[in-house]
């Protein structure tokens, strides 16, 4: 006759041997008790050579002490507290076909039958591919609003060209004046800042994950994705309620805050779009406002001073029985093709980024949207919109200038010698070979991204001459991306395009106290 210890136990295993997770048992110190026979399966092993091994063998070490410290202060909680001590966490191993896999585990700790805690029982569940398809579906809705921002940027650029290309023709012209060259010069100029606005709107788009946090005016962010937002969708109307010399600065990551507000634009318009009542307007209202939260809110944000950004729209509204889900990832009432369900999502990401939150609003008719972002940590000084100067060399120093681009080192160097600096130019960067001599350039200014050679391969042959020799990095990238080449000594990064201001400023600070030669 069966006992009913033993019943359970087979009982126990037979259900286990059902599930197609891993099912596993392990005592204080990890070593398997037992498994059934999908975890060994799960990373490519027979049950008889799986068991035998230490769970912490196929885990990556980051896993390993992640794991250790998650159990061990299970382990210190369970000897205090003798109810239900519960893990859930995320790990990564190593499948026997020698590549990762994503591991979401479920542990709690069993005990004796005076409460005493003997080890641990758990369920592993392969997440891998969920991961891949989340990554791919985010990637594929950053894909969507950066079709949508290079639509107007296109639009923009050739506007701009085509202006550019007119004033070219008046500057020209015998006939024109010298106020009148200045007066397009100038126009020129304000183009020339509009389009690289435009370029960092599209760089900012691209970036995978990174976050970048400066003082940002809110003002013109606003705007510039608006404007885009309304050239590509003309049936709607837009009504803006952002005073257009706002000079308020938070601090944030132009990109994502422009994604986030770009996600909700597209979201409004969506609406709108497929509202089909005869006679109804088709509006868009972004408006801002501050507000000072209470520390006893119902927003799950600190208290503090906010501006929010609000954005309603004239469409259909959100029905009662989805309102709690819509800023779930992969959550949409589109059809399929139609669109990612992760605008909202992402939008509400991007605003928890930023220690604010995106809130539904509560409007009669149509959708509302409230983007808290706070504005606590910002000082009186940082509202200012500073006029720069640019700053003159302390004496005769030698630059050696290492760029593909004609058309950005010609009037790079003629500033420079207008700043006092002697300035030698190389465009193919075979060259610095030949030109490079130690002793010679008080600093190198240096592209990362040319023909023939790169910017490290560059910085190797200069190292190789002299160790010492002063370098600033330039690139259209960021800053993360050419840390391999800040540490390999580059004194100062520079991201391209820079202002002349800029430039005389790093130069200053890095050969401003020394003597000349």
């Known amino acids: 006759m069966v006992k009913g210890n033993e019943l359970d136990r087979m009982n126990f295993r037979h259900i286990a041997e059902c599930i197609p997770d891993g099912i596993w048992v392990a005592d204080l110190n990890w070593n398997n008790i037992y498994m059934n026979s999908n975890m060994a399966k799960m990373f490519g092993y027979h049950i008889k050579e799986f068991i035998r091994m230490h769970p912490t063998d196929i885990m990556t070490d980051e896993s390993v002490e992640k794991g250790m410290k998650v159990f061990g202060d299970a382990l210190e909680e369970g000897k205090t507290h003798k109810g239900k001590v519960v893990r859930r966490l995320t790990l990564t191993y190593f499948h026997k076909g020698n590549y990762k896999v994503t591991h979401e585990v479920h542990a709690s700790l069993y005990r004796d039958k005076s409460g005493n805690p003997l080890g641990l029982i758990g369920i592993n569940r392969d997440i891998s591919d969920f991961l891949i398809t989340k990554d791919s579906k985010l990637q594929s809705q950053k894909l969507e609003a950066i079709g949508e921002l290079a639509g107007g940027i296109a639009h923009d650029f050739n506007n701009t060209l085509g202006a550019m290309s007119a004033y070219v023709s008046l500057l020209q012209d015998a006939e024109t004046t010298d106020t009148e060259k200045n007066e397009f010069l100038n126009a020129m100029a304000e183009m020339i800042n509009t389009s690289k606005i435009m370029i960092s709107q599209l760089l900012g788009f691209a970036r995978r994950g990174e976050t970048k946090k400066e003082m940002i005016l809110i003002g013109p962010t606003l705007h510039s994705i608006i404007e885009i937002v309304k050239k590509t969708h003309k049936a709607c109307e837009f009504i803006v309620h952002v005073p257009d010399n706002l000079e308020l600065k938070i601090f944030a990551d132009k990109g994502q805050l422009q994604q986030a507000v770009m996600n909700l634009l597209l979201n409004a318009v969506d609406a709108v779009t497929h509202k089909t009542n005869e006679g109804y307007k088709k509006e868009i209202t972004l408006r801002i406002r501050f507000e000072s939260v209470t520390i006893s809110n119902n927003l799950n944000i600190d208290g503090g001073n906010y501006i929010i950004i609000n954005i309603l729209d004239s469409g259909r509204g959100v029905p009662d029985v989805i309102k709690e889900k819509i800023f779930e990832p992969f959550f949409t009432t589109k059809r399929a093709g139609e669109g990612s369900g992760l605008g909202l999502a992402s939008a509400y990401g991007i605003a928890k980024k930023h220690n604010g939150t995106l809130v539904l609003d509560d409007i009669a008719d149509g959708t509302g949207f409230s983007f808290y972002l706070p504005i606590d940590n910002i000082t009186g000084e ?22 593909d681009t004609v058309d950005l080192t010609v009037p790079a160097s003629l500033v420079l010698k207008r700043l006092g600096y002697d300035v030698t130019v190389i465009n193919d960067p075979r060259q610095v070979e030949d030109v490079f001599e130690p002793e010679v350039f008080d600093i190198v200014l240096l592209d990362m991204v040319m023909p023939h050679l790169s910017g490290d391969q560059v910085m190797q042959i200069i190292q190789k001459k002299c160790p010492t020799q002063k370098v600033i990095a330039a690139s259209g990238y960021t800053e993360k991306s050419v840390k391999g080449m800040l540490d390999m000594g580059c004194v100062a990064f520079l991201k391209k395009p820079f ?17 000349q030669k």
Do not use: A
Not at 499 to 515: A, D, I, P, R, W
């Open 499 to 515: 202002e002349m201001e800029t430039l005389s400023k790093v130069l200053h600070e890095h050969l401003g106290n020394e003597q």
């Open 382 to 403: 940082d509202t200012i919109v500073k006029k720069r100067d640019l700053v003159m060399s302390d004496g005769k120093k030698n630059i050696l200038l290492i760029d």
